[in-house]
């Protein structure tokens, strides 16, 4: 075996083992020790966060709960009546005067799916702009709007039927738009002060 340039080679005598040739001769030296790999290192398994742990995760989900909660609000009654055995119910939808549409309820509604959209963008990390990033606020601003309004026109219709001899009060959907308003907003706000945190936590 014919060997010029100085490195561990096999032994002409005992092809089984490394020997070091020097350039020159053959040398004496320890065989080199084997290269060991390193440990392929194992994932963690993720666990469910906690809100301490992952506020975003949690916060964003709760944007999408609150998005639920105001679309099935809108399709829930807002107001009732009743009289002996007869009840009526108005949803968002049937705002306007003897039951005519109105556009508070495809308002509501789509400010609710607006929510329900922002909150899974925000947790599959889909990319988008800082005017949508905060629109929770937005939108559970302008249902707080719609919301307020009607509040005002169900105190008035239900004081003319409680006048004459009926029974009117603020229907269930009314009040779960509002349990997903209120969530959407806080939400919202969770949201930018993590960011904040976690802005200035890089900087630091």
């Given at each position: 075996m014919s060997v010029t340039e100085p490195g561990w080679y096999p032994d002409p005598n005992d092809p089984?083992?490394?020997?070091y040739f020097n350039g020159t001769a053959w040398t004496d030296l320890p065989t080199p020790p084997p290269l060991i790999s390193a440990p392929a290192t194992s994932r963690a398994v993720p666990t469910s966060a906690t809100f301490e742990e992952d506020p975003r995760t949690v916060l964003c989900w709760t944007v999408a709960a609150s998005g639920a909660l105001v679309a099935l609000g809108a399709l829930l009654p807002w107001m009732t009546a009743s009289s002996g055995f007869i009840s009526i119910s108005r949803n968002a939808f049937q705002m306007g005067a003897r039951e005519s549409m109105t556009?508070?309820?495809?308002?509501?509604?789509?400010?609710?799916?607006?929510?329900?959209?922002i909150g899974v963008a925000r947790l599959t990390n889909t990319a988008m702009p800082r005017f949508v990033q905060r629109s929770p606020i937005i939108a559970g601003l302008g249902i707080g709007v719609v919301l307020g309004y009607d509040y005002h026109s169900i105190h008035q219709w239900?004081?003319?039927l409680n006048s004459s001899g009926a029974l009117g009060s603020v229907g269930a959907g009314f009040w779960v738009c509002c349990v997903g308003d209120v969530l959407a907003i806080l939400a919202g706000i969770g949201l930018m002060?993590?960011?904040r945190r976690a802005k200035q936590a890089l900087a630091a």
């Open positions: 089984s083992v490394q020997r556009t508070d309820g495809p308002i509501v509604l789509v400010l609710g799916l607006i929510l329900v959209g239900a004081a003319s002060s993590s960011e």
